[in-house]
């Protein structure tokens, strides 16, 4: 009877997790099939003020320490690195070029889907976790996974964007343990809150009029993705031995679907957008089931 209560008890958990998620995007995506969307100002918004401002909040915060979440970026750098490593022979084993099909691989919803799952899975703490994980993450796509999409990718504009200005400014505060005023601090956290939502807001916008033509690869992809940074994560946990808290962040972490980004990039470049396309809303929606079964092991 007591084994049966606590299965009924991890499965509202779970529930309680990922419904207020699957809610928000669901209704953005039926909003925007309805009325004509455009998320262009808001997502310059998103990603040049609000999303620095929650980076920036997170990091000065009295309770951030980048130091203890040391072996969690280290394992978000493993875990990017050995997904592209593994993708790269299986994208050229389905026919799908390099470019199109390692990046979605390699870098997942860790900033849409990652930040607020953790923090209703976690609560704050676990925010800070996926917030130095997604740092790592932030700042792999836009250098090495800028390389690979585009070569001629200007190291200068990807050390100039706001996310990476905020996440170097925010972590050269919390180590120098500089005090943050108080009278900025609410308005400071008040923008960062916005991001959160907007994100969720921003996947289920995104998901409305994508070319499925390519479903097959995007099946692939939605296999790969979480599976190949599981390969890497679960010997990565066994090998530092890494606690029951860490290794739910780090596991979570890395059963996340490919980030909406990867589409951005791939149609700004145009290498094959309508396969990057498939795979990451397919991807997206397998993570209905994956990241529920995940929860259900982690918690």
Known sequence: MQEAVQVVDLLQRVFQTVFPLVAIVLVS????????????????????IFLPALIF??????????????????GAFVIVIGSGLIAWPVGRAIGVTAKAFVPPMMFNNCGNLGLPLALLAFGELGLAAAMAMFLVSN????????????????????LLNPMIVATVLGLLWSALELPFPEHLR???????????TLMLVALGV????V???????????????PLSSLIIAIPFVLLFDLSEEFTAYLILFAALPPAVLNYLVAEQYQINPQAVASIVLIGNIASLVIIPTTLIFIL
């Open 206 to 209: 995104r998901m409305v009029g």
């Open 211 to 225: 070319d499925l033509s390519q479903w097959r690869v995007g099946l692939y992809g939605a296999f790969v993705a």
């Open 139 to 158: 700042a792999l796509h836009f250098t090495l996974g800028a390389y690979i999409v585009g070569r001629s990718a200007s190291a200068k504009k990807a």
């Open 29 to 48: 995506f039926l909003y925007a099939k309805k009325f004509e969307t455009d998320m262009r100002v808001v997502n310059r918004l998103n990603m040049d």
């Open 57 to 74: 909040a997170v990091t000065v915060s009295k309770d951030f320490d980048i130091s203890k979440f040391a072996i969690l970026c280290l």
């Open 186 to 196: 609410l308005p400071l956290e008040m923008l960062g809150e916005i991001a959160i």
